[in-house]
């Protein structure tokens, strides 16, 4: 059995673009060496006084805010830090999924409200961007995991729950896909997930700080935000396998980023 974890960024209302983005790994094999390098990580970079429970999240550590604050961590550490969790990615050879839509022309024509914090598109971007990982971690089962299934484990958001559930119950049942009047459409029907999204928080689901990595990184380089280049090469290299797949999706490209960190 494998599993797909996912998490988002680009969901405030000032971004210009949405990501969702994770790792496809196997729930017997890869994810106890998942956890066990994450506390390998804890322990060589965080004080014993602080280790219970700990969680790297890749924008703090990026921009020097929070727990890892530039008094107390430097440039160099944070990077190598964030460098360090995209290496378990790479020693692993985990696949790396992503969907990501720029907000201004998805659903033109799409009646749109604004609230302080959100509009009422960010939960069809965010489900969208989702369902896009979700096909191609289930294509890439088909290509290159036997007979192998997965499940979708997300990191725990508001608004979008029902909708992402829903959305997978109906990629999920061709019964379903044919009453819509979508069957017709190539590999649309999902048959390696099973069961429904289930949501964790990342103190509860350690490869959810993984995810969390991918969506942050590949977020801020859709949105042409300086990115750690170290990272991005890293994750980069395990998501070019969609494009065998669709040749003309498009991802970020190293030459677009730049490397700015505060």
């Known amino acids: 059995m494998r599993l797909l974890y996912l998490d988002e960024a680009g969901i405030s209302a000032k971004e210009s673009g949405l990501c969702v983005a994770g790792i496809l790994i196997h ?48 440039r160099e550490t944070r990077l190598q830090i964030l460098a360090d969790l995209a290496g378990i990615i790479d020693e692993l050879h985990l696949p790396v999924v992503v969907g990501m839509y720029q907000k201004e022309t998805f659903g033109i024509g799409v009646p ?12 069809l971007i965010q489900t969208t961007s989702a369902l896009d990982c979700i096909v191609w971690a289930d294509r890439w089962l088909r290509k290159y995991a036997g007979d192998e299934k997965a499940m979708v484990i997300a990191e725990d958001t508001d608004r979008v729950k029902r909708l992402m559930k829903a959305s997978v119950k109906l990629f999920r049942t061709p019964a379903l896909l044919k009453a819509f009047g979508i069957d017709h459409l190539p590999d649309l029907q999902l048959t390696r997930i099973v069961d429904t999204v289930y949501f964790a928080a990342k103190d509860d689901s350690a490869a959810l ?54």
């Open 27 to 74: 729930g017997d094999y890869e994810a106890p060496a998942v956890e066990q390098r994450l506390e390998e990580l804890i322990s060589r970079y965080i004080p014993e006084q602080d280790r219970v429970g700990f969680v790297f999240h890749a924008t703090d550590i990026f921009h020097g805010s929070k727990y890892f604050n530039r008094e107390d961590w430097s």
């Open 112 to 123: 749109e409200v604004h609230t302080a914090d959100h509009s009422t598109k960010r939960p």
């Open 209 to 262: 700080q993984l995810a969390d990595l991918c969506a942050f990184t590949f977020g801020r380089a859709m949105n042409e935000k300086p990115v750690p280049v170290q990272v991005f090469r890293i994750l980069y290299s395990h998501v070019r396998w969609i494009q065998e797949f669709k040749p003309d999706v498009r991802l970020p490209e190293l030459a677009e980023i730049t490397e700015t960190v505060p």
